[in-house]
């Protein structure tokens, strides 16, 4: 069945038992893989990933995984990214199992409408497909406020305006801030607190970036040199490390969905047009080299990388520039490599 807008948000916080497999598609990829995420909570499952081309190697795997009783009793939600046409014959058999343990959600990126697996989706009874756009305006600030609840932050249309645009309306990003923000003030589920400008001008996404931004692409370039002596020019105490992490954790939250596009068989210069405006036009080119370098498998890692030391600067009394260094050469030294 298709879902709309108003109740896709139920759907996933409120699965339906009868649902086996959830198809989030569109241009906003971001906002897939946070209804997917959603859908994991929802559930108090783990993620058990598996890939579009072992399920067009052998369709039956998809039905037989889905079927399957863990050893432990866990609950488990597979999860397919990046979703294809491969999928097909594996979603057909999923729906004619008789019965099965673990839901499967995939995660398609933009599907036509003569698409297959969309009109599959749609169609069964045992299927819930919802069409992600990038929201803008009001449906944006509507995005903050209703992420902001789920980390225990009350979020005013114009604190919601602010950080949408400090994140280009970008899901990930927005979900990424907010968490750190509720962190910051201590806010949670059980103890809401209201969002203020200011905790959003000690910590928040749209402080300025333009010098931090470019540290991080320095170190995703391969530019060792040059960011040895950017990195000697910062301050003794590190109070500048937290920010080029974050502004590293943007530009891979931008490459990483991008290149997922690249594995499915887009070509890079296609990718590249269509992200448009979310990439400045002076980095366009240096972008794209990224694209091409890094594979999805390095920027997970990097990834989670650039998550442990931004969590080990701030509960740092005094942030390391050291540990910021380190991290950003050995980048820097990996991309050579590549």
Same mark, same amino acid.
């Given at each position: ?52 081309? &072992?399920?067009?190697?052998?369709? %039956? &795997? ?7 009783? &863990? ?32 839901p499967v959600v995939a995660i398609a990126g933009s599907l ?6 969309? !009109?599959?989706?749609?169609? &069964? ?93 320095? %170190? ?15 301050p003794a105490g590190g109070s500048e490390a937290i920010p ?41 080119? !240096? ?9 999805? $498998? ?24 050291? %540990?910021?260094?380190? $991290? ?5 030294? !990996?991309?050579?490599?590549?």
């Amino acid at each position: 069945m298709k879902a709309s807008k108003a109740s896709v948000g139920r759907s996933v916080d409120q699965p339906n038992p009868a649902i086996r497999f959830y198809l989030f598609h569109g241009q906003d990829e971001s906002q897939s893989r946070g209804l997917a995420a959603r859908l994991l909570e929802a559930l108090g499952a783990t993620k058990f990933a598996i890939t579009a081309g &072992s399920v067009k190697s052998d369709p %039956a &795997s998809l039905a037989d995984e889905a079927g399957a009783i &863990s050893m432990f009793g866990d609950k488990r939600l597979i999860w397919i990214e990046p979703a294809s046409k491969d999928i097909e014959d594996g979603v057909a058999a999923l729906f004619e199992a008789p019965a099965i343990e673990s839901p499967v959600v995939a995660i398609a990126g933009s599907l036509t409408k003569t698409s297959a697996l969309l !009109k599959m989706a749609e169609a &069964s009874p045992h299927a819930l497909a919802f069409q992600a756009f990038a929201p803008e305006g009001q449906d944006a600030e509507r995005m903050v406020m209703d992420l902001g609840r789920r980390f225990g932050l009350k979020v005013s249309p114009p604190v919601a305006q602010r950080l949408a645009d400090g994140c280009s309306n970008d899901q990930a990003i927005v979900a990424q801030e907010l968490q750190k923000l509720a962190l910051y003030i201590g806010a949670s589920p059980q103890a809401p607190k209201e969002l203020e400008h200011a905790a959003i001008d000690c910590v928040g996404a749209d402080s300025s970036e333009g010098d931090f931004l470019r540290l991080a692409d320095l %170190a995703m370039s391969g530019d060792v040199d040059e960011l040895s002596e950017e990195l000697a020019r910062l301050p003794a105490g590190g109070s500048e490390a937290i920010p080029v992490v974050r502004s590293l954790q943007r530009r891979l939250l931008m490459l990483a969905p991008a290149r997922a596009r690249v594995d499915r068989g887009e070509r890079v210069d296609a990718v590249m047009t269509s992200l448009g405006r979310a990439v400045f036009w002076k980095d366009k080119t !240096k972008v794209q080299r990224m694209l091409q370098r890094w594979n999805s $498998e390095n920027l997970a890692t990097i990834a989670q990388r650039a998550g442990e030391l931004e969590r080990s600067l701030m509960f740092t009394a005094a942030p390391e520039r050291e %540990a910021l260094g380190e $991290e950003l050469l050995a980048i820097a030294r !990996k991309a050579r490599s590549l």
